[in-house]
């Protein structure tokens, strides 16, 4: 049996199918002999959510490599979904006429959309999305963030709570107070 990392179910299973037919494929297997491992090996390769899934399917319901490597992939295909769906929180960008009160909206609105996603995530994508150019509070913030890096969410609000406020007495002396126009 070639060395296939073992498959857990929480990634994508397409990956998993393909390194693993490789990988027998690559054993000077007979054509003829290539399905039978296939089916019979692939057991070898599972583990955790994988396995049990593998184990619960119902005895002789499988007739090729082939119906096996589909059921598969339908049965894990939201692993594919969450993975793609959770780094869609590394997409959110603070845009040039955005206030940070603005986009700390934005991203938050975003964020809750999304499946749970751990804090160092939410923290780094928050840090990626600042658009350092914006205002000098902005700039000290991710500046900050950088810096010192915060490990829950909770850190990162604390910083924008007090950085907020340095963009409002920026604003001002310019006659534009966010917080009057937010109470109007």
């Not at 499988?62 to 929180?89: E, G, Q």
Request: with cysteine.
């Amino acid at each position: 049996m070639p060395d296939i990392p073992k498959y857990n179910g929480t990634t994508d299973p397409n990956e998993h199918i393909t390194t693993y037919t490789c990988g027998i494929k690559g054993n000077d297997l007979e054509d003829d002999e290539i399905e039978s491992v296939l089916s019979k090996k692939i057991e070898e390769t599972l583990s955790n959510e994988a396995m049990v899934w593998y184990h619960n399917l119902p005895p002789n319901s499988i007739d090729s490599f082939t119906m096996l490597a589909d059921y598969s992939v339908k049965a894990h295909a939201r692993a594919i979904k969450v993975a793609t769906r959770k780094s869609n929180i590394f997409k959110i960008r603070q845009t040039d006429n955005k206030m940070l009160r603005e986009f700390m909206s934005r991203f938050q609105m975003v964020r809750m959309k999304l499946p749970p996603v751990t804090d160092d995530w939410v923290v780094q994508a928050f840090t990626q999305g600042l658009n350092e150019w914006s205002s000098i509070a902005l700039r000290q913030l991710k500046q900050n963030l950088i810096e010192y890096p915060v490990v829950t969410w909770a850190d990162v609000h604390n910083r924008y709570q007090s950085k907020i406020r340095v963009e409002d007495d920026q604003l001002e002396p310019l006659g534009f107070n966010s917080s009057k126009r937010i109470g109007s």
